[in-house]
């Protein structure tokens, strides 16, 4: 008797669990945060992500890629990353991009030449205020094409991280 009731709760967890966890993949595959590195996650491969507590409240890091989209991408892929008639909607890219090719996109830039219009992505690689934050744009925009983040500015988020602040200093020198 004591043994079934066992099983049984067993299984009622084991239910919970699965129910709750997260089904999409993007670009970079499964986005579930597995490793915090004082509160800059990653998933199991090692990529940025988000982590987003049931409160609602964001990891620093995807608030910081909030703040920095807006002031280095806003103005040509509309807010939010819902993109623009100029350019694309980064919350559909983020869904095909993993993480190197988003790198390499927003460090070397990209050109359509097929269009008829000349649209252009600025390579950003010389920039600070985007290279140094890159991990954290990454991160907003990986929550915001999983839907696990809604338009506008986040309500709450975590505390930002003593490492967050030391590796910025050493980024923008
Ligand atoms: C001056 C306008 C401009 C700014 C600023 C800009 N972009 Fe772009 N971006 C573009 C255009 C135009 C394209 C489409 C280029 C193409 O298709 O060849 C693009 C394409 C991209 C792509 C590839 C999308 C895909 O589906 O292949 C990524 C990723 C991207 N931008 C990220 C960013 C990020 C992140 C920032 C801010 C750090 C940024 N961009 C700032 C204009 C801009």
Same mark, same amino acid.
């Given at each position: 008797?004591?043994?079934?009731?066992?099983?049984?709760?067993?299984?009622?967890?084991?239910?919970?669990?699965?129910?709750? &966890? *997260?089904?999409?993949?993007d670009g970079s595959g499964d986005p579930t945060a597995v490793t915090s590195d004082e509160g800059k996650w990653t998933d199991k491969d090692g990529n940025p992500t988000f982590k987003i507590a049931s409160d609602?409240?964001?990891d620093w890091y995807t608030f910081a890629g909030f703040t920095r *989209? =807006?002031? #280095?991408?806003?103005?040509c892929h509309g807010p939010d990353g819902v993109g623009s008639t100029?350019?694309? &909607?980064?919350?559909?890219?983020?869904?095909?991009l993993s993480y190197s090719e988003f790198y390499a996109i927003v460090a070397g830039g990209k050109k359509d030449v097929s269009s008829s219009q000349?649209?252009?992505? %600025?390579?950003?690689? #010389? =920039?600070? =205020?985007?290279m140094c934050y890159i991990d954290s744009i990454y991160t907003y925009l990986?929550?915001?094409?999983?839907?696990?983040?809604?338009?506008?500015?986040?309500?709450?988020?975590?505390?930002? %991280? &003593?490492?967050?602040?030391k590796a910025e200093d050493e980024c923008m020198g």
């Open positions: 008797m004591r043994r079934t009731l066992r099983a049984g709760i067993c299984i009622g967890v084991a239910l919970t669990l699965s129910a709750g &966890a *997260y089904a999409v993949v609602g409240t964001v *989209y =807006n002031s #280095e991408c806003l103005r100029y350019a694309p &909607a980064l919350i559909d890219s983020m869904k095909h000349e649209l252009v992505m %600025p390579a950003s690689g #010389e =920039n600070r =205020n985007v990986r929550a915001r094409g999983d839907d696990a983040v809604g338009r506008g500015r986040p309500q709450q988020h975590a505390p930002k %991280p &003593a490492s967050f602040t």
